[in-house]
């Protein structure tokens, strides 16, 4: 069994451009036999193959046929995703298959990656063996078919995780594919000081933070708090009386990454439930000695 991963930009001559399922062994690319197969809460995209983008299933000898079981996954390779000689067993519910595919669940619709991989022709479009594959980002935009499309019976293993490390089911239902979606909720913040010189030997940046009606500032986890995406929290500090959350980044990095002028920062984060918070605030960046700030 196969769970919460990803297949991208694999590709294979003849048969099975990720997995060949063979007479009850598997081979996915780059392994060793195996068995029969199940795939769960897993995303192919961009793979090739003669016969089958994704998945090959046949037989050499009528006794010893495969048998394919795909659940919660996505398979968006362009279409032919999977092979079978008509001697196999393939079972595929609640997926989305591009082509589509027979089963409880199924469905056949773009599902609309965060960033998908591609192929890098490399400026040799004629030549096919040096492309280069640029791996993308398969979480789930807001606006995709597969969020909450999974299994609805699906029951999540103790310690079971998104591939991301969130949590498997976060609205009730599981996803399909690797990934969960998380939307984020807004939070607001108020970042000290309100101007900041990037000549300032100061060793913080505060920022205060709140948290919509609901939530609970003391979930926050600290470790998974970020300034533009990029500063990690020195410090968190929790008010639960005044719902606050106070925030130190340290200074000297932030400094490194702003210029002067106005600037809007994004402080984002995750509660221990998997939401995300996002909130953002304007300061003001001058040089040392500066009288002038942005208009």
């Not at 793979?47 to 046929?65: H, K, L, T, V």
Request: net charge negative.
């Amino acid at each position: 069994m196969i769970t919460n991963c990803i297949f991208s930009g694999k590709s294979a001559i003849y048969e099975g451009g990720v997995v060949h399922n063979q007479g009850g062994y598997i081979t996915p690319i780059g392994s060793v036999e195996g068995g029969n197969l199940t795939l769960i809460n897993c995303t192919f995209a961009g793979n090739s193959a003669a016969e089958g983008n994704a998945i090959a299933c046949d037989s050499m000898w009528q006794a010893f046929p495969s048998d394919l079981q795909v659940t919660n996954c996505i398979l968006w390779d362009g279409g032919d995703e999977i092979w079978n000689n008509d001697v196999s067993t393939i079972t595929i519910t609640h997926s989305d298959v591009q082509g589509g595919w027979p089963g409880e669940g199924n469905i056949d619709q773009d599902p609309c990656f965060a960033d998908p991989g591609y192929w890098d022709l490399n400026g040799t479009p004629e030549e096919a063996n040096d492309d280069i594959w640029v791996d993308g980002d398969y979480h789930l935009l807001p606006d995709s078919p597969c969020i909450d499309a999974g299994d609805p019976n699906y029951i999540v293993e103790p310690n079971e995780t998104a591939l991301d490390g969130k949590p498997r089911i976060i609205n009730g239902r599981i996803d399909m594919g690797a990934f969960e979606y998380s939307p984020s909720i807004p939070a607001e913040a108020r970042i000290v000081p309100r101007t900041i010189n990037l000549a300032s030997k100061g060793k913080w940046i505060t920022a205060f933070l709140w948290l919509p009606e609901g939530y609970d500032v003391a979930d926050i986890d600290a470790n998974s708090v970020l300034l533009e995406d990029e500063i990690g929290a020195e410090s968190l500090e929790v008010y639960e009386e005044r719902l606050i959350a106070l925030v130190r980044f340290s200074r000297e990095q932030a400094q490194a990454i702003l210029e002067a002028g106005q600037a809007e920062l994004t402080i984002a984060g995750q509660l221990t439930d998997g939401t995300i918070f996002e909130a953002k605030d304007v300061i003001i960046v001058i040089n040392k000695g500066s009288r002038k700030s942005a208009k």
